[in-house]
């Protein structure tokens, strides 16, 4: 533990891990049970794998943006802890497969040395705040949201508001109308708009994906920047005391709203501004620092194949507002690349562009800032990298999650599909290498982390059972999706669901219907006019499970025969005496509230304390057996089981006690106060289970 003092210079951080480490060794010695470890090590980008005994360590990588020195150490750190495997995801972020859990701490410091962080990367917290790949560079953007993404990721990121909600919390940033950021599948999408000379967002709130996918309502039409980050503390404070806490399925931002409805969301918002410390956060833009391109004179080139060099530069080169200046689009196969590659790439930028890189919501890099004359270069050295085929963002471009290779929840291969589905593209459909129009995304499970309900085409890992009860691997085929803009979307419908080895001929079919009636229109907009039946009626066939083979039995990239298997890979823990471990949470709540009050952070103390007191409230209503679904539901049924039959004397409501923190402004008086009360009730609460206790024994 030591090193981790000596070598790390922020204390926050320094907490962290020695917290984590501290943990891993008491769930090692059985002193921690299992939901509750899990819970910890989310919150530290720690996630289980599919394969026991190894983790998934998922690095947060705030709007994709990635500089070299931070890219060599990732490799450095994968090439020590894990197998040299770099894992793009669609929210930008970088995965890292096969790490020993005893080990974490170490890595989680190393990569601190470069300033990148596995804090919140996983978890239900607010997960990585995610961008247009093209911020700061769009030839179309009002402004550059590069500066306000950061700002608001780094205001919420250890925020004691958002550290134990229900569920994920996700945010977007779109530069343009065009919504590349995808604002209408987010908990809170902003897109950037400019009023009356005032930089401000357009904000979507409470969409989503999964099995139930939810178009999000448009919260503001507009909303001045200044007012983003406390609108935003404004939705986490209603969504940690009024959502789902039980059922997981329901326990999203997007359910949440449905009950609610979008007025009565805002009145909550509005309510809660009296609470909210800083009523505006001014976000200084010009004090954000982007990154400086390199003046260097272009060496001489010579293209050995200029026709592919050309078609590459149809479908690679992204246009920038910067003149003399062009980005260039890598197509990760998969997301999946190398550290060597990937050492080789921070060169590259370091020495001919501006030192950074992008991962997309694609799963693809970006570089930016290129002269245009060194676009020669470039294309000789990412050749070199395998980095040059051509059709970056196009058709052939497929999204894909890791589906069975290394997730818990994997159904079907999603990744073994992907690959097939390509080559049938390349092979016979050559012309869709330069069409951007026609997206296909495919998600091992209905989660959707390939996005597959949002696609133009998409698949969705299933399986079917014979007439005789075998099980074999299957596509839920989704068509019609899309991305209209301005924070308009459609959901793809579901069509129909074929064993897995018939995709490719799913696909096939699709395509040759399109290419031939189409008359030039774009896919959402073909399948909207022809409908469902239309397309059900070409494709049912394939669902016949009559007539598989051996052949139909064994998934994409596999040998053997498929056996559908949801993996757990989380350690066994023990049975532990769960209301005593509230309690105990509720006193650490507490010592955190303290350490917030004498560091000036009345705000941070103030929702500690409130954490305190609604744990303490629902230790109690669990040891009586009650349902704890909501903090609100807590809040109310706490004052009719205890407060109004008198078991528990308060000198108020319960309702009344709590919801102080709704009622008076974060100052140092009522944070004291607060506390105070906090403390008392912990006692009270406590004597109060001693006494059952000892009654029943």
């Known amino acids: 533990m030591q090193s981790f003092r000596t070598e790390i210079e922020n204390p926050v951080v320094e907490k962290d891990i020695i917290e984590l480490a501290d943990k891993i060794a008491a769930f090692n010695n059985l002193q921690i049970d299992e939901e509750k470890f899990r819970s910890l090590r989310l919150a530290r980008g720690v996630y289980g794998q599919r394969q026991e005994g190894v983790q998934m360590i998922r690095i947060k990588l705030p709007y994709g943006k990635v500089m070299s020195n931070q890219l060599r150490r990732i490799s450095e750190v994968s090439d020590e802890y894990s197998r040299g495997r770099l894992h793009i995801t669609t929210r930008q972020d970088i995965q890292i497969h096969y790490v020993d859990l005893n080990r974490t701490p170490e890595l989680w410091a190393e990569l601190e040395r470069d300033d990148v962080t596995l804090r919140e990367a996983c978890g239900n917290v607010v997960r990585n705040v995610t961008a247009s790949e093209t911020a700061g560079i769009d030839v179309n953007e009002p402004f550059d949201v590069s500066p306000y993404a950061d700002a608001l990721y780094k205001f919420f990121l250890r925020n004691p508001i958002c550290q134990e909600m229900g569920r994920k919390f996700k945010v977007s940033f779109s530069s343009t109308d065009e919504d590349t950021g995808l604002s209408y599948l987010h908990d809170l999408g902003y897109i950037a708009k400019i009023q009356d000379g005032v930089r401000g967002f357009k904000v979507m709130v409470a969409g989503g994906l999964g099995s139930q996918p939810r178009h999000a309502e448009t919260l503001y039409e507009f909303l001045p920047s200044d007012k983003i980050i406390p609108v935003m503390e404004g939705v986490l404070r209603i969504f940690d005391r009024y959502g789902e806490r039980k059922s997981r399925a329901k326990a999203r931002m997007k359910f949440l709203l449905k009950d609610i409805g979008l007025e009565a969301f805002r009145d909550l918002i ?71 590659k990937a050492r080789l790439l921070a ?253 000036g952070v009345y705000s941070g103390s103030i929702y500690y304390t409130y954490q305190s007191i609604v744990n303490s409230a629902k230790a109690s209503l669990l040891a009586e057996n009650k349902k704890t679904n909501t903090h609100a539901g807590i809040i109310s049924q706490f004052d009719e089981l205890f407060v109004a039959t008198g078991k528990i004397e308060l000198s108020t409501s319960f309702t009344d006690l709590i919801y102080q923190i709704n009622k008076f402004a974060p100052t140092k008086e009522f944070a004291e106060k607060y506390i105070n009360d906090a403390n008392e009730f912990l006692q009270k609460v406590r004597a109060y289970r001693e006494a059952e206790t000892a009654i029943a024994n």
């Open 270 to 340: 509005e309510q809660e501004q009296k609470a909210i410390e800083l009523k505006t956060v001014a976000i200084d833009a010009d004090a954000y620092v982007p990154s400086t391109p390199v003046s260097v004179e272009a060496p001489k080139v010579e293209i050995k194949d200029q026709q592919a060099f050309d078609l590459w530069k149809s479908t690679n080169i992204i246009p920038q507002k910067q003149e003399g200046y062009v980005a260039i689009g890598i197509k990760v196969l998969l997301g999946d690349f190398y550290t060597d």
């Open 347 to 599: 060169d590259l930028v370091d020495t001919y562009a501006a030192g950074e890189i992008r991962l997309t919501l694609r799963q693809n890099i970006v570089i930016p800032f290129v002269k245009e004359d060194l676009v020669p270069l470039f294309y000789q050295e990412l050749e070199k990298l395998g980095f040059v085929e051509a059709g970056y963002n196009k058709a052939v471009d497929i999204t894909a999650c890791p589906g069975t290779d290394t997730c818990n929840l994997g159904i079907a291969s999603s990744t073994g599909i992907s690959v097939e589905l390509e080559k049938v593209i390349a092979a016979e459909y050559p012309q869709y290498l330069k069409n951007e129009d026609l997206i296909i995304k495919i998600s091992g499970c209905m989660n959707a982390c390939g996005q597959h309900n949002m696609a133009n085409i998409g698949f969705q890992g299933m399986t079917v059972r014979t007439p005789d009860k075998l099980v074999a691997p299957a596509l839920q085929v989704l068509l019609g999706g899309g991305n209209l803009g301005d924070g308009n979307g459609v959901f793809a419908d579901k069509v129909v669901k074929v064993p897995s080895k018939r995709g490719p001929e799913a696909l096939r079919r699709i395509l040759n219907d399109f290419e031939a009636n189409s008359n030039g229109k774009q896919f959402v907009e073909y399948y909207k006019e022809k409908g469902e039946k239309y397309f059900y009626d070409f494709l049912n066939d394939l669902q016949d499970v009559s007539n598989l083979t051996q052949e139909d039995f064994i998934d994409w990239g596999e040998t053997e025969k498929y056996v559908k298997e949801i993996g757990i890979g989380e350690c066994a823990g023990v049975v532990i005496d769960l209301i005593a471990t509230l309690f105990f949470e509720s006193e650490e709540k507490i010592d955190n509230a303290k350490e917030a009050f004498n560091n």
